[in-house]
């Protein structure tokens, strides 16, 4: 039986314990008893990926810049739990939601749409296919990201805050290379991040499509979002600059021309760039980028349609082959295919999607050393260093496709072939993930993580210029004229 006194307990309990009581309003923006140790930044650096978004939220300004995966708990894999699916349900009343509900139709392909215009490779689950709005669908699902993690981040580290008297909040959103240029790609990633973080600030209840629209139309007139006293300093930045952060910072760093490699679920993201420290802040000046859909969708989907091919071609042979006076066979082994043929037709098929990605991937870097830094000492007797981030890396097709670079830059230069690297663990993250494979997919995020004046300058591609070609040499004076003959 409960006593006066074990309730009165309980009481005292709930007033003065963190753990039960929200030390946030419930949009997680502010502290709900404020602190009076001053002001404290938190960075939250998102990872917008094709099938799964990763967020890492750090505290610059504290001892050891303490960094953390957000763990979306039932909203992501048991096995994953810092993977949030970059999927959005909504039902006939506009709700939306990060998990699947009764009566909800689920929309993917997110972030596909937003930069790529190829719809045969969408599915049908994406915006346009159910006439929906691509950039509305990810204004909501990323406000609906933000505030999850926001509300991870109060419950799970309120320790780390709870002392402060305002947080000022920094979103950094990770953007493929080509988009950091100044072209409606760009344009579009940074209008759905700053209505997405207004949106947020709404509360759950008011994350649907109506107040995203609104939003967007506001962001339309003004050129920005009024973001009331709920400060927030915006930068989209690419995803290549971010996971090099890591090894930027690392005592593995080296000056001078590097690529990228990020091999994820739908695309491949390439990119050389020079790292350079400049005023003692880094300086990452990208070349030559490219992002492609061969990622590891890409191979699931190939292996399809490489069955569907195979079965078809038993199926016209079959129809060829049968002679209509002949007597029926009733053995059903004559219907069944090879597995052979389907070996071969798989074969096929990843020898296919290798030659595009391997051609893709030389193409910048043989573009660089032509057009963007012929002079480096790496295309003669050094080794290119090539960086790998990405989940796809840990396959064996992508990782043994990307290795036959080595010999055929060691072939073509005659230099020392390229240096495989991943960035390494960094210590302020080392609570988060259980080793260099899990961080291969949190590498992005936790680069996103940081205070855009903290990463160093970021030189886009369209702002450098091709190095001049050498002048057509001059060979006049060894013709000889015909009255010299």
Same mark, same amino acid.
């Given at each position: 039986m409960?006593?006066w006194?074990?309730k009165?307990?309980n009481?005292?309990?709930?007033?003065?314990?963190?753990?039960q009581?929200?030390?946030?309003?419930?949009?997680?923006?502010?502290?709900?008893q404020p602190?009076t140790k001053?002001?404290?930044?938190?960075?939250i650096?998102?990872?917008?990926g094709?099938?799964?978004?990763k967020v890492?939220?750090?505290?610059?300004?504290?001892p050891?810049?303490?960094?953390?995966a957000v763990?979306?708990g039932?909203?992501?894999?048991?096995?994953?739990?810092y993977?949030l699916p970059?999927k959005l349900?909504?039902?006939n009343?506009?709700?939306c939601s990060?998990?699947?509900?009764?009566g909800?139709?689920v929309?993917?392909?997110?972030?596909l749409? =937003?930069f790529?215009?190829?719809?045969n490779?969408?599915s049908?689950?994406g915006?346009?296919?159910?006439?929906?709005?691509p950039?509305?669908?990810?204004?909501c699902?990323?406000a609906l990201?933000l &505030?999850?993690?926001?509300? &991870?981040?109060?419950?799970k580290?309120?320790?780390? @805050?709870?002392?402060f008297?305002k947080?000022?909040? /920094?979103?950094?959103l990770?953007?493929p290379?080509p988009?950091?240029?100044?072209?409606?790609e760009?344009?579009t990633?940074?209008?759905v991040?700053?209505?997405?973080?207004?949106?947020?600030?709404?509360?759950?209840n008011?994350i649907?499509f109506?107040s995203a629209?609104?939003?967007?139309?506001e962001?339309?007139d003004?050129g920005y979002?009024?973001?009331? $006293?709920?400060?927030?300093?915006?930068?989209? @930045?690419?995803?290549?600059?971010a996971g090099?952060?890591g090894?930027a910072f690392s005592?593995?760093r080296?000056e001078?021309?590097?690529?990228m @490699?990020?091999v994820?679920?739908?695309t491949v993201?390439?990119?050389?760039?020079?790292l350079?420290?400049?005023?003692?802040d880094?300086r990452?000046?990208?070349?030559?980028?490219?992002?492609k859909p061969?990622?590891?969708?890409?191979?699931?989907?190939?292996h399809?349609?490489a069955m569907?091919s195979a079965?078809?071609? /038993?199926?016209e042979t079959?129809?060829n082959?049968?002679e209509p006076?002949?007597?029926?066979?009733?053995?059903?082994?004559q219907?069944?295919?090879?597995?052979?043929?389907?070996?071969k037709?798989?074969?096929?098929?990843r020898?296919?999607l290798k030659?595009?990605?391997?051609y893709?991937?030389?193409v910048?870097?043989w573009q660089?050393?032509?057009?963007? $830094?012929p $002079?480096?000492?790496?295309w003669?007797?050094?080794r290119l260093?090539?960086?790998?981030?990405?989940?796809g890396?840990?396959?064996?097709f992508?990782?043994?496709?990307i290795?036959e670079l080595?010999d055929?830059? @060691?072939?073509?230069?005659?230099?020392?072939?390229?240096?495989?690297?991943?960035p390494?663990?960094?210590d302020?993250?080392?609570d988060?993930v259980s080793?260099q494979?899990?961080f291969? =997919?949190?590498?992005?995020?936790w680069?996103?993580s /940081?205070r855009a004046l903290?990463?160093?300058d970021?030189?886009?591609?369209?702002q450098i210029?091709?190095?001049k070609?050498?002048?057509p040499?001059?060979?006049? /004076?060894r013709f000889?004229g015909q009255?010299?003959?």
């Open positions: 409960t006593t006194k074990d009165l307990k009481m005292f309990n709930a007033i003065t314990d963190v753990n009581k929200p030390v946030s309003e419930n949009n997680y923006l502010q502290n709900v602190g001053g002001d404290c930044d938190l960075v650096g998102i990872d917008f094709t099938s799964s978004t890492v939220i750090q505290a610059p300004d504290l050891g810049s303490p960094s953390y763990k979306f039932k909203l992501s894999e048991e096995k994953t739990p993977m970059t349900w909504l039902n009343d506009g709700f990060l998990k699947e509900f009764d909800a139709k929309i993917d392909d997110i972030k749409e =937003l790529l215009k190829d719809e490779l969408c049908n689950q915006p346009k296919q159910q006439g929906l709005c950039q509305v669908v990810a204004t699902y990323l990201t &505030w999850a993690s926001r509300r &991870w981040y109060f419950e580290k309120s320790d780390l @805050i709870k002392q008297t947080i000022y909040w /920094h979103v950094n990770g953007v290379s988009c950091i240029e100044d072209n409606e760009n344009r990633f940074r209008r991040g700053e209505a997405a973080w207004k949106l947020s600030t709404l509360g759950p008011r649907n109506d629209k609104e939003i967007l139309a962001y339309d003004y979002c009024i973001i009331d $006293d709920n400060e927030c300093v915006f930068a989209i @930045i690419p995803e290549i600059a090099a952060i090894y005592n593995l080296q001078g021309l590097h690529v @490699i990020d994820g679920s739908s993201d390439a990119c050389s760039f020079l350079n420290r400049v005023g003692g880094n990452y000046s990208l070349l030559i980028a490219d992002v061969f990622g590891t969708f890409r191979f699931y989907k190939e399809i349609l569907q079965s078809n071609v /038993h199926a079959l129809r082959r049968h006076m002949a007597p029926i066979d009733e053995d059903d082994r219907y069944i295919i090879d597995d052979n043929c389907y070996a037709a798989f074969h096929e098929a020898e296919k030659q595009e990605l391997l893709m991937l030389r910048v870097i660089t050393r032509c057009r963007r $830094d $002079d480096s000492q790496v003669r007797t050094g260093p090539i960086l790998l981030i990405g989940g890396n840990r396959m064996g992508f990782r043994s496709t290795d080595n055929w830059l @060691i072939f073509n230069t005659k230099n020392g072939g390229v240096n495989f690297m991943s390494p663990i960094p302020s993250l080392t988060s080793g494979e899990q291969n =997919l949190l590498a992005v995020a680069g996103l /940081h903290d990463i160093g970021i030189i886009p591609a369209d210029q091709d190095v070609p050498p002048p040499r001059d060979f006049s /004076h000889v009255e010299l003959t």
